[in-house]
């Protein structure tokens, strides 16, 4: 059983989303709260496996109390937003620290408690039940539990001068605490087989000239972290399928751009293909890659409508297969298998295919689908990708 505390200033949204995540028999709410200061003390009280959380509520908003919880006592938060662009920069912020995914408050005008029920439950438990999210959060309460117990023992230290030896060691509370916090890995189909290599990074034109990147759930920090670790010079064009509202993308390319070495843009219909341009498909739209004369060019298109994702992962693999050999295909952190069929096209015409590895996934599901229809040429932890990226380029 999933036990799940929602956070939120309006008794009508906890009511509405209580009814929407109790409708799976799976999940349980066992506490409500209005703001921060309550979530906080609810979250120490009943330990709750997830929490639903608004960001602007009174007293305490909902990324303070986040930014309190993470330092502290980690949990997996799933935000509930509002889609505006204010929203949006505030979701993103979150994200950075910490709440592993997102979903709309509103959606065309109508709460999200009315359309969004089946994908609540379903993050709800992707979120939980992820073998990753295990292993991820048990090294940030381990990294918390140390820096709780070093201002403790430092506190301790401070106020005595009895017995300095008996201070410089770690009390027995503590050594206990992060004792229990050990973390066993366990050997499986998504562990990196990357491994970053001790020669300098290749130089001068590349081989392949395009990266395209599918992500889904708690890929916004994931893509952040790759991005912003990239080199001014970076030599290929980036195109990125990120599943997100058409509120945010704006924001999160924004956000992107004011971080990064390279450039990051919204992607328009028409733009060109340029090195060390990196360009964010628009929401409720696809992006593809389309020759005009001898020269590729971005299309960004709401058609096919009939696809689930928007934008579709797949739609972009399938476009860029058509040069395959001049591309490298990165599969992300995201629920579901989008992606999947456009990489095997893509990686049978000669493109080489790099996908996130389980550890180091929020949810590891996309990139689990191209691990396991074998057609990653290499599974590489989320620190190591902007390494493995640039190396590939020249394969």
Do not use: W
């Not at 200061?37 to 305490?60: C, G, H, S, V, Y």
């Amino acid at each position: 059983m999933i036990r799940a505390i929602v956070v939120d200033d309006s008794t009508f949204m906890r009511n509405s989303l209580t009814r929407m995540l109790t409708s799976d028999p799976e999940i349980e709410v066992i506490g409500h709260a209005g703001d921060g200061f309550e979530a906080l003390e609810k979250i120490k009280e009943l330990n709750p496996d997830i929490i639903t959380l608004d960001l602007e509520m009174p007293r305490m908003g909902g990324l303070e109390m986040l930014e309190k919880l993470m330092s502290t006592n980690p949990k997996p938060v799933l935000v509930i937003s509002s889609l505006t662009y204010e929203g949006a920069e505030a979701t993103l912020k979150a994200l950075e620290l910490g709440a592993l995914d997102y979903m709309p408050k509103y959606v065309e005008g109508t709460t999200v408690f009315a359309v969004a029920q089946k994908e609540l439950t379903e993050k709800v438990n992707a979120l939980v039940k992820s073998p990753s999210y295990r292993i991820l959060f048990a090294k940030m309460r381990m990294r918390a539990a140390k820096t709780n117990a070093a201002k403790a023992d430092s506190s301790a230290s401070a106020s005595s001068s009895a017995s300095p030896i008996a201070a410089a060691q770690p009390s027995a509370a503590s050594s206990a605490k992060l004792s229990s916090l050990s973390i066993k890995a366990v050997p499986g189909q998504g562990q990196a087989t990357y491994v970053r290599p001790h020669e300098p990074l290749p130089t001068g034109r590349p081989n392949r000239d395009i990266v395209a990147i599918s992500v889904s759930t708690g890929g916004p920090p994931a893509v952040q972290k790759v991005l912003t670790s990239l080199p001014e010079n970076f030599p290929a064009c980036i195109l990125i399928a990120q599943h997100m509202p058409a509120a945010f993308t704006g924001a999160f390319a924004k956000r992107l751009d004011s971080l990064s070495k390279i450039t990051v843009k919204e992607a328009k219909d028409g733009d060109p293909i340029i090195p060390g341009v990196a360009y964010v498909c628009p929401g409720a739209q696809h992006i593809s890659v389309t020759i005009k004369g001898a020269l590729p060019q971005i299309k960004v298109s709401p058609e096919p409508t009939t696809e689930i994702y928007k934008p579709c992962a797949n739609i972009l693999n399938q476009s860029v297969s058509i040069m395959g050999n001049k591309v490298v295909g990165l599969t992300m952190t995201g629920m579901g298998s989008d992606g999947c069929e456009g990489t095997k096209a893509l990686r049978a015409k000669g493109g080489y295919i790099l996908a996130q590895s389980e550890d180091t996934c929020v949810v590891y599901g996309m990139p689990r689908a191209v691990v396991e229809a074998k057609v990653a040429h290499d599974i590489v932890d989320l620190d190591d990708i902007p390494d493995a990226l640039i190396r590939a380029l020249y394969k």
